[in-house]
């Protein structure tokens, strides 16, 4: 038998706390002319539960990431969202307002580079306060209270609510892009990289900041990184990709310490230990 | 009247394409036209479009008023003022009431207008999002699916900055609870009066070439935060020449000591309030 099977047969993930997943991406395949970014993807993500995307550089990972998060729409395949109500939503197949308006109430994008999830010209408690005004908040005190509660949870000075994004540092742009995303309460958060160009102590900080939102808000989530030691701290559930295509899935840590598919096998074995 | 121009300097061709896109305009509230703007004799920036909409509307039994700033005696006025005179030969007023098209840069008359007047505005930029979102595609989208956050962003960091809502004037408004429109560099002070308004207002943006309009009696509503409600400007002081307290003021140097007055920025209001007051005198 070959181990890529093996691999994908062993995919139990934590036992589903719901009916059904709250993200279904079946055969999802992008090509940028006749180069193949990623290829006949298929995973479902329950409702609380992380899922890590793994590989190298080039692996399709945030083309991936893109399709399913509605903001590439895919050449092949096609990906199914659970609403609120419990109906499923095929995520391009429903109208493009609906879409935007999940993408800013159900979801969270979270980018690697912060300058592309806040907007730089505004203030910080105005960055929060974006998705609720989107959503039809119109009462000023409640915004900025509700600003002002996010920021406090995601350990950003609150003395700060007014300063312009570009005064913070690294790991509080990037805090301060995660409240923004996380002010409207949503069950599905797309990372990408969100700890990538931050130093190995305010990464560690986050990590357990994130750590602990998403058991609290029990939020789904997936995660891009080729942080093999991100991915264990907090992902259930890991897909490894390479060349497009994902090569493994299964538990974290099984996946980790047992690895079935010699790229896998690679990849754990090229950590560096300190 | 000039010889050797069509009627109104514009070309008839040109004239019924600019009628279309009113019309389109008219129908559609608060939406931007696209229209085929073309070169005037004057620069851009000094009504290109307010002109274009007024030449393709005017009659020769028309009655025209040109204000800039609300004055009807300021350069910019006259000489729009003799261009329609010369090239259409229609009778031109500075009285708000006799107009039956009055052309508008910066104000609104403060005698209120009627069903059988129109007013046009010249518009230098269209898109009330244009500043805060970069790219055309998006704000057409935005428009598209009445995605406005952005805008209330934008008066969010007003109050957190200055404790109230700072933006003055071309201040941001919902027409007819759809779209999202740049009222023109008016004050906010005329924004009420825009509100079911009996008179037909057609906005002309000759560089960015749009056309937009609000029909009569429309809902024009002035955004805002519940607890940050719309407020128009007030003075502590009334008008220096007339006495009007209900007036939109101007605040006008009289000297290099710091002598200052503040004057009605409506000239034809102010004039005839004066007028009135030296006969009740007498």
Known sequence: ?274 | MTDGYNFAYLDEQTKRMIRRSVLKAVAIPGYQVPFGSREMPLPYGWGTGGIQVTASIIGADDTLKVIDQGADDTTNAVSIRRFFARTTGVRTTTRTEEATIVQTRHRIPETPLREDQIIVFQVPIPEPLRWLEPREAETRRMHAYSDYAVMHVRLYEDVARYGHIATAYDYPVIVNDRYLMRPSPIPKFDNPKMDGCPALMLFGAGREKRIYAVPPYTSVKSLDFEDHPFRIESWTTTCALCGSGESFLDEVITDDKGGRMFVCSDTDYCGRRQASQGKAAE
């Open chain 1, 1 to 274: 038998m070959n181990p890529h099977v093996t691999a994908f047969e062993r995919d139990g993930g934590p036992a589903p706390s719901l009916a059904a997943p709250i993200l279904s991406v079946r055969g999802v395949g992008k090509r940028y002319g006749s180069n193949v970014a990623c290829r006949d993807v298929t995973f479902e993500l329950w409702p609380g539960e992380v899922l890590a995307v793994v590989g190298e550089s080039g692996a399709g990972k945030t083309t991936l990431l893109h399709c399913i998060s509605g903001q590439l729409e895919p050449d092949d395949g096609e990906v199914l969202f659970q609403r609120r109500d419990g109906s499923q939503a095929n995520l391009y197949g429903i109208p493009e307002p609906e879409r935007r308006r999940l993408m800013r109430t159900d979801w969270g994008v979270i980018h690697q580079n912060p300058r592309d999830g806040l907007r730089f010209g505004v203030s910080a408690g105005a960055n929060v306060g974006e998705r609720l005004m989107a959503v039809g908040a119109r009462h000023y005190g409640d915004i900025r209270a509700a600003a002002t509660d996010w920021l406090k949870r995601l350990e950003v000075d609150v003395a700060r609510i007014d300063d312009l994004p570009q005064t913070f540092s690294g790991g509080m742009q990037q805090r301060l892009q995660i409240a923004r995303n996380l002010v409207t309460q949503p069950r599905l958060v797309f990372m990408d990289e969100p700890t990538g160009g931050l130093d190995v102590s305010v990464q560690a900080r986050l990590l357990d900041l994130l750590r602990t939102l998403v058991s609290e808000l029990h939020l789904a989530a997936v995660l891009v990184t080729h942080d093999l030691a991100v991915a264990r701290l907090l992902a259930d559930r890991l897909m490894v990709m390479r060349g497009g295509e994902a090569v493994e899935l299964g538990l974290t840590d099984q996946v980790l310490d047992d690895p079935q598919h010699p790229y896998t096998q690679l990849l754990v074995s090229s950590v560096l230990q300190i």
